[in-house]
Antibody, heavy 117, light 112 residues
Framework: EVQLVESGGDLVQPGGSLRLSCAAS????????MHWVRQVPGKGLECVSY????????NYAGSVKGRFTVSRDNAKNTIYLQMNSLRVEDTGVYYC??????????WGQGTLVTVSS | DVVLTQSPLSLPVTLGQPASISCRSS???????????LNWFQQRPGQSPRRLIS???NRDSGVPDRFSGSGSGTDFTLKISRVEAEDVGVYYC?????????FGQGTKVEMK
């Protein structure tokens, strides 16, 4: 089955860190650019980051630049999102999504990140 | 950033009747590769977004043909020819032409 499965979401205090994972299966993972997208209550959907097939090209939304780092392990069919210096406004559901040349054609079920004291 | 403005934000619908959602972009979504990277997603309660339409008007596999997309440049429309009960949810347009990719605010479709 073609799917993406996120994990790692948790409750963390402001200023803390968290690492999310997204495991892919059912397709040739190394052929696809991958993204992280978050859904923040009351603010809708936001594209957070992307990574190229070989991991050499990455980019971030301005709101997370310098705090989040995306990476991938093609041997494990997994992408990661290292989130540091977390803020209350980072609270939300984080999805990984497959990039079909400018279009998200596959989403995971999401993992909930809650930043609160 | 490219701003996508959807209207209406709330759309009460009647079973069997048509429905239409507009998405307007703050700049042209025509990419240098010749494609217009405008997508439509449906998000049912408690679920992840599901793509319905890519490249303005290409319906995804398994998407009922009552859904159609149209438009160009900065103005786009998603139409449902005859609304069914399973169409309740929130609909988003999204552009993948310029980073950061951005979404519209969402249109909540609910039964009258």
């Amino acid at each position: 089955e073609v799917q993406l499965v996120e994990s790692g979401g948790d409750l963390v205090q402001p200023g803390g860190s968290l690492r999310l994972s997204c495991a892919a299966s059912g397709f040739t993972f190394r052929n696809y650019w991958m993204h992280w997208v978050r859904q923040v209550p009351g603010k809708g959907l936001e594209c957070v980051s992307y990574i190229s097939v070989d991991g050499r090209t990455t980019n971030y939304a301005g709101s997370v630049k310098g705090r989040f780092t995306v990476s991938r392990d093609n041997a494990k069919n997994t992408i990661y999102l290292q989130m540091n210096s977390l803020r209350v406004e980072d609270t939300g559901v984080y999805y990984c999504a497959r990039d079909d040349h400018g279009h998200y054609d596959l989403w995971g079920q999401g993992t909930l990140v809650t930043v609160s004291s | 950033d490219v701003v996508l403005t959807q209207s209406p934000l709330s759309l009460p619908v009647t079973l069997g009747q048509p429905a239409s959602i507009s998405c307007r972009s703050s700049q042209s979504l025509l990419h240098s590769d010749g494609d217009t990277h405008l997508n439509w997603f449906q998000q049912r309660p408690g679920q992840s977004p599901r793509r319905l339409i890519s490249r303005v008007s290409n319906r995804d596999s398994g998407v009922p043909d009552r859904f159609s997309g149209s438009g160009s440049g900065t103005d786009f429309t998603l139409k449902i020819s005859r609304v069914e009960a399973e169409d309740v949810g929130v609909y988003y347009c999204m552009q993948g032409t310029q980073w950061p990719w951005t979404f519209g605010q969402g249109t909540k479709v609910e039964m009258k």
